[in-house]
Nanobody, 122 residues
């Protein structure tokens, strides 16, 4: 059974940093097929970052966010720097038995974590 568990969210002031983690279990597929999404109230779930091998990022986070992984720990990361209030959202990691194409859509992913809240104050 595939399980994804996010952690590392919290409340920070604008300009601060957070590192999100996504611990995986039962996932025996290419971790490069995983990605990060976020969803703010009243908005669609948005693909933020994906493909560690060939990283892709939403325009709104380019230069500030970095996706990475530690295969020994079965963990995917999202380093978030220079955070802005508009980054406030619930952040999710997602996985699939095959690699979707960028830009990522919610419908393309089969497995999801429970989400971790990121709140950035002015």
């Amino acid at each position: 059974q595939v399980r994804l568990v996010e952690s590392g969210g919290g409340s920070v002031q604008a300009g601060g940093s957070l590192r999100l983690s996504c611990a995986t279990s039962g996932y025996n597929y290419n971790r490069d097929c995983m990605g990060w999404f976020r969803q703010a109230p009243g908005k669609e779930r948005e693909g933020v970052a994906g493909s560690v091998k060939n990283p892709r990022y939403a325009d709104s986070v380019k230069g500030r966010f970095t996706i990475s992984q530690d295969n020994a720990k079965n963990t995917l990361y999202l380093q978030m720097n220079s955070l802005k209030p508009e980054d406030t959202a619930m952040y999710y990691c997602a996985a699939n038995p095959y690699c979707p194409y960028w830009p990522y859509s919610q419908a393309a992913f089969q497995w999801w974590g429970q989400g971790t809240q990121v709140t950035v104050s002015s």
